[in-house]
């Protein structure tokens, strides 16, 4: 199997996963705020899952950038 067909695969599998996890989302009914309610704790740890996620998106975006802001400054100085 050569590289693009795997890619495809790949992709097509998670496109299944994505539309079933999409699918598994059911919509409150009423029109009070104590329909909303069971959701807090899972609103809560998504949004804090995602702070979490952006704070390491950031950390490795540094760790790669420092580097070569240091080179870029180096070379400057010779």
Known sequence: MNRTRLEAFSDGVLAIIIIIMVLEIRVPHGN???VLQPLIPLVGSNFFSQRISGALYV???L????PLLKDMWWKRLK
Do not use: E, G, P, R
Request: aromatic share 20%; charged share 20%; proline share 0%.
């Open 32 to 34: 009070d705020f104590k």
């Open 63 to 66: 760790i790669w950038l420092i």
């Open 59 to 61: 950390l490795v975006a």
